[in-house]
C-alpha cells in the first residue's frame, strides 16, 4: 500500500477513534442524566400518589383520581386487582418488584411491556394495598435515538474531513518524495541536470540538499567517463586517420609488387607474397578502425531506400563468391533500409560463419510484421556462453589462441551497422551444435 | 592509350607508387605534389584526365577541381578519404567524375581513370538526338541548347545520352551506375545525384524546377520534354 494512503488512514483512524470515544462519552452521561431524571420524577410522583390512595377507598375511584397524570396504575389489594388500563395488568408487573414492594418497600424497575417502555415504580399504600404506576419512557427513549443518530452523523463527517485533510496533508508532506522520485527517474533516463528545490530547513531539505550533491557528484563523474570515452575514440580515430596515408602507400605498392611476384626469384618471392597479404590484413584492420570510430562517432548517415533483402542477400553472396559455400533460404522481404548498411552487415555475419563454422552456412531471410528477420547459422564448434556477452566488443575473441583472418572488428562493425539501421543483432550458441546470429530489422 | 595524365599528390611515397603503377598500366603521368604546382602544371599541358589528392599544400584538391572546371571539361578522378564523407559530396558537386577512397589498390585506379575515360570516346554510330531545343549529337560529343554549345564533361554528356536515348523511361540509380560510371553491386549513388545536379545547371532553364531531367522519388531519374 503506497505511504500516502497508509498515512492518510492513519490520520484518519487517529481522529476517528477521538471523536467516537468523545461521543460515546457524551451518550453514556446524557443518557445516565435523562434516566435518573426521570426514576427522580417518576418516584416523587408515586410518593404522592401513594399518599394521597388511602382517601379512595374504592378502587375506581382511585383510578379515576390518577387520570390524565400520565401514568398507567395496576393496584393489588383485598384480594383484588385493579387496573386503569388494558395495556398494562398485573402480570406485566416484574416478580422481583412485587417482592420488595410486598416487603414494604417503594422500588422501581424498567420494563418493556407489548414494544412499550415503561418505568414501573411501585409501593405499598398506609392501607395495605400495593400500587404500580407504570411511566412511559418512549420520549426518553426516543430522545437518546435522535442523539446517538446525531452522534454518529457527525461522527462520520468528522471521519470524512479528517480523511481528506489526511490525504492533503499526506500529499503535502509526501510531496518532497514526489517529486524525488520523478527527479531520480529523470537521472535514470540519463537527464544529469536534474536537481531538486530545497525548501525549507526540514529533513526535507536536508535530504534535497544531500540528493543534489549525489546528482552533481554523479553528473561530474559521469561527464568526466564521456570526456575519457570521447578522447580515447578521437584517438583511435586520429590513429587510424594518420595511418592511413602511410598505408595508401603500402596497398599501392604492394598490389605492384603483386604483379611481378610471379617473376622474382624464389628466396625473394616468399617474403615478397606474405609481405603482400600483411599489407593486405593491415588495411583491412585500419579501414575496419577508421569504421568503427565513425559508427562510434555518430559521424555516420543513413540513406534509406526501398530493399528486398531477399534478393540483395542473394546478391551480396555472388558479389563475394560465396553462393556455392552458402545456402540461402529467402523469402520476399521489401524494408526500408540502407543497402549498404545491409550488406556490410551481412558479409561480415556470413564471414565470419564461414572462417568460425567452415562449410555448411544456413541464410534465411524472412519477413517479420512491418520488418524482417535475418539469420545467419554455422554447425561450427559453437561459443562457450562466457564469452557470447562479449562477442560483439572490439577486439574480443572467444579464442585468443586461434589466429584467426578478421580484425576482431567485423562483429561490432556489425552490431554497430544494425544499430544504425533501427535494428539489433542477436547470438545463440551451442558448444558442439553451431552459432546463429539473427539481425531484426 | 598512351593517354596523359595529371597525378596530383603530396605525400611523395604515394605519388611515386601511383605514378609507377599507371605508367605500368599504360598511361604517360605527370606528377606533381602541390595544389598550386599542379594547376600550373595542367595550364600548361594537354591531360586527358586528373587524378587530384583532396588534403594538398598550397591549394587543396576542391580548390583545383574548381579551377580546372572553370575553363576545362577534363576528367577528374578524386583521391579522398573516406573518413571525410563530406569530402565526396563537394568533390563531385565540383564537377569531379569519379572518386577513390584511400587506401586504394592500382588495378582499382586504373580501373575507375578507364572507365571515366571511355565515356569521352565518342560513338560515331549513334544518331543525333533532338527534342526541345536540346540537340544530342553523340558522333561529334556536343550539346546544342537553342544552338548554343553547352560545355559538359564526359560523364555529364554520358549521363544525357543514357537518359535521353530512352525518354520516359524510369532509370535506377543502380542502372546509371552500370551504364555510365562501369560500376558493378553498390557503387555510390551519390555519383549519379551529384552528377543530375550538375547537368540540370547547365541543361535547364530553372534548375530548381527542371523540364527535361525529371527526379522519379525513391527511384531515380527520368528524362521527358514534356
Known amino acids: 500500500m503506497p505511504f500516502r494512503r497508509r498515512l492518510t488512514i492513519a490520520f484518519m483512524l487517529a481522529v476517528g477513534v477521538g471523536a467516537a470515544a468523545l461521543a460515546l462519552g457524551s451518550y453514556v452521561v446524557v443518557r445516565h442524566n435523562l434516566r435518573a431524571d426521570s426514576v427522580h420524577t417518576a418516584a416523587r410522583e408515586a410518593r404522592r400518589n401513594l399518599e394521597i390512595a388511602p382517601r379512595y377507598k374504592r378502587s375506581d375511584t382511585l383510578l379515576g383520581a390518577y387520570e390524565g397524570r400520565g401514568f398507567e396504575t395496576v393496584g393489588v389489594g383485598g384480594g383484588q386487582t385493579f387496573q386503569s388500563s388494558f395495556s398494562v395488568g398485573l402480570a406485566a408487573v416484574p416478580t422481583e418488584l412485587r417482592r420488595l414492594v410486598k416487603q414494604g418497600r417503594l422500588a422501581y424497575q424498567r420494563e418493556t411491556v407489548a414494544g412499550t417502555h415503561y418505568l414501573v415504580v411501585g409501593g405499598p399504600a398506609s392501607d395495605g394495598r400495593e400500587l404500580y404506576f407504570f411511566f412511559s419512557e418512549q420520549g426518553l427513549r426516543h430522545e437518546l435515538i435522535v442523539l446517538r443518530n446525531i452522534l454518529l452523523g457527525g461522527l462520520g463527517i468528522v471521519v470524512l474531513l479528517a480523511a481528506l485533510t489526511g490525504a492533503l496533508l499526506a500529499r503535502r508532506t509526501l510531496r518532497p518524495v514526489a517529486q524525488a522520485s520523478l527527479a531520480a527517474h529523470s537521472l535514470a533516463e540519463g537527464l544529469l541536470e536534474t536537481r531538486l528545490p530545497v525548501e525549507g530547513r526540514d529533513e526535507f531539505g536536508a535530504w534535497a540538499q544531500a540528493f543534489n550533491e549525489m546528482a552533481a557528484a554523479l553528473e561530474s563523474k559521469i561527464d568526466a567517463l564521456n570526456d575519457a570515452q570521447a578522447r580515447e575514440r578521437r584517438f583511435t580515430a586520429d590513429v587510424a586517420h594518420e595511418l592511413r596515408t602511410p598505408l595508401t602507400g603500402l596497398v599501392g605498392e604492394a598490389s605492384l609488387l603483386s604483379e611481378h611476384v610471379e617473376r622474382m626469384p624464389p628466396e625473394s618471392r616468399r617474403p615478397a607474397e606474405l609481405l603482400i597479404s600483411d599489407v593486405g590484413r593491415l588495411r583491412r584492420l585500419v579501414e575496419e578502425l577508421m ?55 551481412v558479409s561480415n555475419l556470413v564471414g565470419n560463419a564461414l572462417e568460425h563454422g567452415g562449410d555448411g552456412v544456413d541464410v534465411e531471410v524472412r519477413s517479420d510484421g512491418d520488418g524482417a528477420v535475418v539469420e545467419v547459422a554455422d554447425r561450427g564448434p559453437g561459443i562457450p556462453p562466457e564469452h557470447l556477452p562479449h562477442l560483439f566488443d572490439r577486439f574480443y575473441k572467444a579464442d585468443p589462441a586461434r589466429a584467426g583472418q578478421g580484425s576482431g572488428l567485423g562483429l561490432a562493425i556489425a552490431q554497430e551497422n544494425a544499430r544504425l539501421l533501427g535494428g539489433e543483432i542477436e547470438v545463440w550458441s551451442e558448444p558442439g551444435e553451431g552459432t546463429r546470429f539473427t539481425l531484426r530489422l | 592509350m598512351n593517354e596523359h595524365l595529371l597525378l596530383v599528390e603530396d605525400d611523395a611515397s604515394i605519388r611515386e607508387i601511383t605514378t609507377l603503377g599507371l ?30 589528392d583532396v588534403m594538398l599544400p598550397s591549394l587543396d584538391g576542391f580548390e583545383v577541381c574548381r579551377e580546372i572546371r572553370r575553363d576545362s571539361q577534363t576528367p577528374v578522378v578524386m583521391l579522398t578519404a573516406r573518413t571525410d564523407l563530406h569530402d565526396v559530396v563537394v568533390g563531385l558537386e565540383l564537377g569531379a567524375d569519379d572518386y577513390v577512397t584511400k587506401p586504394f589498390e592500382l588495378p582499382e585506379l586504373v580501373a575507375r581513370i578507364k572507365a571515366v575515360l571511355r565515356r569521352s570516346v565518342a560513338q560515331p554510330e549513334d544518331r543525333v538526338i533532338d527534342v526541345d531545343g536540346l540537340e544530342i549529337d553523340p558522333g561529334a560529343f556536343t550539346v546544342k541548347r537553342g544552338g548554343e554549345e553547352v560545355a559538359l564533361t564526359a560523364t555529364e554528356f554520358r549521363l544525357l545520352l543514357e537518359l535521353a536515348r530512352r525518354p520516359k523511361q524510369v532509370f535506377t540509380r543502380e542502372l546509371l551506375l552500370e551504364l555510365v560510371w562501369n560500376y558493378g553491386y553498390l557503387g555510390d549513388s551519390r555519383l549519379v545525384d551529384a552528377a543530375v545536379q550538375r547537368l540540370r545547371a547547365k541543361i535547364e532553364e530553372d534548375p530548381k524546377q527542371p523540364k527535361l531531367i525529371h527526379t522519379v522519388r525513391g527511384v531515380g531519374y527520368r528524362f521527358d520534354a514534356g
Do not use: M, N
Open chain 2, 23 to 52: 605508367e605500368q598500366a599504360g598511361f604517360r603521368v605527370t606528377a606533381s605534389g602541390d595544389g598550386r604546382e599542379g594547376l600550373l602544371c595542367f595550364r600548361q599541358g594537354s591531360f586527358d584526365l586528373v587524378v587530384l
Open chain 1, 291 to 345: 569504421e568503427i570510430s565513425r559508427l562510434e562517432a555518430g559521424a555516420e548517415s543513413v540513406h534509406d531506400e526501398e530493399v528486398d533483402l531477399a534478393s540483395a542477400t542473394a546478391a551480396i553472396l555472388r558479389s563475394r563468391g560465396w553462393d556455392g559455400r552458402v545456402r540461402l533460404t529467402a523469402e520476399p522481404a521489401v524494408v526500408t533500409t540502407d543497402p549498404r548498411r545491409y550488406e556490410r552487415i
